[in-house]
């Protein structure tokens, strides 16, 4: 049986129904917003499936969320083992249930890359609550540098449960989510852009300008790398030059140098507000090595020429350049002044 189309016009459980009832073995695949997902059929019951990291059950569960994206089924295509037997339509009815639960978990978890910290002492409902001893495992995860994504991969803990229980801790003022400046300033956007307010553009350059003027001020060289990204994709989107920018291409890239330097390991692009974020970094000069700076250059470098490539060389070159101008001042204004010098030294003005 030859079967494709895309999901806008054939849903996930309309599959479900038709393979199971047809009794079909094979493979569904699924491409989605850059990601792939792959189910496998034996005689109508699924056996194997696989989205990224996630297997089986959960894996399932996962791509029931995919509104859109292109599916293909291949006969005859066999899962690498059997590790399940489901039945299709039991499958159906608890992917329904966990995507209600997901609609209700994302009004408290927004962005699953945000930060979770715990309420300080003395303002937290911590010792009015009886917690489990699966609270407390959960709650110990917790530092102040782990994503809510790292804090559930860790706990080895269902995923929907652990959000439901991370959700009643937000509520009981036991935790925080952190949400960054950038993401902050990406929600602003999104906002106004929502609107449909007349001069979008000028109003958001407004907002830009502001935000522009409370950039912190980097406590090191590592800090000041980041803040030059960061503040590059900030000039280039707002720019009045329409700038075309792929931050698929910048999150591919900083996955391959994470592979070559492996200090950069606690580097990631969050998807969300299209920023680089090295707050996890714990940067102590002489102690680490330079190859974390070596690898944020890179970064910087690769948003640069693939940027000037897509777009005017001189609008990207002078915007660049403008940035430049800027973390110069603000090294200036850093504590450190060996930090700051170091930071530059991979900070390259474009002539």
């Not at 030059?228 to 329409?242: C, R």
């Amino acid at each position: 049986m030859s079967l494709e189309g895309n999901l806008s016009d054939f849903s996930l459980a309309d599959l479900f129904q038709l393979l199971g009832l047809g009794k079909r073995s094979g493979c569904l695949k699924i491409n989605h917003e850059g990601r792939t997902g792959k189910i496998y059929f034996d005689n109508g019951a699924i056996v194997y499936a696989k989205n990224e990291d996630i297997k089986n059950e959960n894996a399932v569960y996962s791509m029931f969320s995919w509104q859109k994206g292109e599916f293909k089924f291949l006969v005859g295509d066999n899962p690498p083992s059997k590790q399940i037997n489901l039945d299709w339509q039991n499958l159906i009815l608890e992917a329904a249930r966990r995507v209600d639960e997901i609609t209700e978990i994302k009004k408290s978890i927004e962005n699953y890359d945000a930060i979770l910290e715990l309420v300080n002492e003395e303002d937290s409902n911590i010792d009015k609550i009886n917690l489990s001893n699966e609270d407390l495992k959960l709650l110990s995860l917790i530092n102040g540098k782990r994503t809510v994504n790292e804090v559930i991969d860790k706990s080895g803990l269902d995923r929907i449960e652990a959000s439901k229980m991370l959700v009643s801790y937000k509520k009981a003022n036991i935790i925080d989510i952190k949400m960054s400046e950038e993401e902050k300033m990406q929600k602003r956007k999104e906002k106004i852009e929502k609107s449909g307010i007349k001069g979008t553009k000028k109003i958001l350059n407004f907002f830009f300008k502001s935000k522009k003027k409370k950039y912190p001020i980097p406590h090191n060289a590592v800090g000041l790398v980041t803040e030059s990204i960061n503040m590059f994709l900030d000039y280039l989107e707002l720019s009045d030059d329409n700038i075309q920018i792929s931050y698929s291409e910048i999150e591919d890239k900083i996955d391959e140098l994470r592979a070559i330097f492996p200090d950069m390991e606690d580097v990631y692009f969050s998807k969300q507000s299209h920023r680089v974020n090295t707050d996890k970094i714990e940067w102590v000069e002489g102690l680490e090595t330079e190859s974390i700076l070596e690898g944020m250059n890179e970064i910087l470098d690769f948003i640069f020429e693939t940027t000037r490539k897509n777009n005017s060389s001189e609008n990207v070159k002078s915007i660049y350049n403008e940035m430049y101008s800027d973390i110069v001042k603000k090294a200036g204004e850093m504590d450190f002044s060996g930090e700051a010098t170091l930071g530059l030294k991979y900070i390259t003005k474009r002539k």
